[in-house]
């Protein structure tokens, strides 16, 4: 598939640029507001607008595949390979102007019968930074090769996370981050989850962790850490959406249990 996957990236690369220069076109302009999950989970037009371009760029070159997209796509994969989207994973960020926003694209297929990632790319427009991977070809940021930090111990770990927009479920989180703030380095909430995974492939961070995530949320910048080296895997709680984590290979056990609850 080798072939294939530098096509696959070449084409992900592309629409995810077009469709963060469509942001950046709309960026400052909070028009077309409205909420989804609760009074906290906004979407907006600009959200609306990069998906279409995501999907018209993928489709016109890939009208098999099967699409997985936060704002709505969502179609059968008769080619085998279907593409996971968020058009704009960092929406509260981008509506009040804070510089930690992006767009994830992921290309997966089906190994052992489970979806797999074939290529990732994280493009952050106002950073002119493209995160991007493929499959046992390792990760690079604007092509220049990834690495995570290893070996870090716990207790001089940066870790990032985040938090659901749910009220229940935060108070959890806060009580998990309550138990881990005194046995880290410290602690970051960027407010996007495809960043903080590329944080951690690039060094920016040590590990990251987040109780709740949607595959869009996680599906390209998952690739990217785990080519760079980074050990990934799921939380178990809650079932219905299980959290994901990602940190260097001698960090992440010690991370899984400080914040995995019975």
Not at 168 to 189: C, E, G, K, S, T
Not at 212 to 235: M, N
Request: net charge negative; hydrophobic share 40%.
């Amino acid at each position: 598939m080798s072939g294939l996957s530098e096509d696959l990236l070449e084409l992900a690369e592309r629409a995810a640029v077009r469709a963060g220069r469509e942001l950046l076109t709309r960026y400052g302009d909070a028009s077309g507001v409205s909420t989804k999950s609760s009074a906290t989970d906004p979407v907006s037009d600009a959200d609306r607008a990069s998906e279409e371009v995501l999907v018209q760029t993928l489709l016109a070159e890939r009208p098999d595949d099967g699409l997985l997209g936060e704002e709505g796509a969502d179609r059968p994969a008769v080619s085998g390979l279907r593409w996971v989207l968020d058009p704009l994973d960092g929406t509260v960020n981008y509506l009040y102007g804070f510089p930690a926003w992006c767009v994830s694209v992921a290309c997966e297929d089906r190994t052992d019968g489970q979806w797999t990632g074939v290529v990732g790319v994280v493009h952050d427009p106002l950073r002119g930074e493209t995160f991007t991977a493929r499959r046992g070809e390792g990760a690079r940021l604007n092509g220049v090769s990834l690495r995570v930090n290893d070996p870090v111990p716990l207790k001089a770990a940066l870790i990032a996370t985040g938090f659901s927009y749910d009220a229940d479920h935060r108070r959890r989180q806060a009580a998990v981050m309550a138990d881990l703030v005194p046995n880290v380095r410290d602690i970051r909430r960027a407010g996007s989850a495809a960043l903080d995974l590329c944080a951690v492939a690039a060094g920016r961070v040590d590990g990251y962790y987040e109780e709740i995530a949607s595959r869009w949320d996680w599906a390209a910048g998952a690739l990217i850490a785990v080519e760079a080296g980074a050990r990934f895997g799921r939380l178990p709680t809650p079932p219905e959406e299980p959290g994901v984590l990602a940190a260097g290979p001698a960090l992440a056990g010690a991370l899984r249990a400080a914040v995995t609850r019975p």
